[in-house]
């Protein structure tokens, strides 16, 4: 599975629009990119993914470029209990079994 | 409701004692994963099993064991032989021909 490259930290104020980047730019063919969250103590949870279209959820956004060497995830309205770190992860079509879980982006969001 | 259930949540144990961790899951699915986190670290895969009775080392096994006797369990033990296991403790779980990966709620285990 090809790595993904993410800001250490981010800020966003609460009720604003929290645009998280990735960059993956060895992403295969075949690979599709996934985002988790992961709040403090608690295991990641699944927010999106996609291959090559933008997707939408209840939860988020996914923007894929083009050429699928970056994304961003979009929280459109961010709260407090978006506070979190969130990964980034790229996983072949037939799954894969030792995908990549980098250190993340640490999300704050500030009343 | 399905998922995957990690116990104890919080572990203590004692320098040179074995410690197991259990993971259940009542999602049917084929694949299950052991992965390890240090705090502000990403995951780190330990062990996974792709089928009952095989399983695969990941990238830090060493210090670590695992058994896959049925199919919706995949327990880890953690030996004396790990030099330094306090640490979170995440299990997961994929259908093997699919791609997400559902975590447990994790266990915390620390070394007294």
């Known amino acids: 599975d090809a790595k993904t490259t993410q800001p250490t930290s981010m800020d966003c104020a609460e009720g604003r629009a929290a645009n998280l980047p990735c960059n993956h730019s060895?992403?295969?063919?075949?690979?599709?990119v996934y985002w988790y969250r992961q709040i403090h103590s608690q295991g990641p949870q699944y927010i999106i993914h996609g291959l090559k279209n933008n997707e939408t959820n209840e939860m988020a956004s996914l923007i894929i470029t083009e050429d699928r060497k970056s994304s961003t995830l979009i929280l459109p309205h961010a709260t407090l209990r978006d506070t979190a770190v969130y990964y980034c992860?790229?996983?072949?079509?037939?799954?894969?079994?030792?995908?990549?879980f980098g250190a993340g982006t640490r999300l704050f969001v500030k009343a | 409701d399905g998922g995957i259930t990690q116990s104890p949540k919080y572990l203590f144990r004692k320098e040179g004692q074995n410690v197991t961790l259990s993971c259940e899951q009542n999602?049917?699915?084929?694949?299950m994963y052991w992965y390890r986190q240090d705090p502000g670290q990403g995951l780190r895969l330990i062990y996974y099993?792709?089928?009952?009775?095989?399983?695969q080392k990941g990238d830090i096994a060493e210090g670590y064991s695992v058994s896959r006797e049925k199919k919706e369990s995949f327990p880890l033990t953690v030996t004396s032989a790990q030099k330094n296991p306090t640490a979170f403790y995440l299990c997961?779980?994929?259908?093997?021909?699919?791609?997400?990966?559902?975590f447990g709620e994790g266990s915390w285990l620390t070394v007294v």
């Open positions: 999602l049917n699915h084929d694949a």
């Open positions: 997961a779980s994929t259908e093997n021909s699919g791609n997400t990966i559902y």
């Open positions: 060895t992403i295969s063919g075949n690979e599709y």
């Open positions: 099993s792709q089928i009952v009775n095989d399983f």
């Open positions: 992860i790229v996983r072949v079509a037939d799954g894969g079994f030792k995908t990549i």
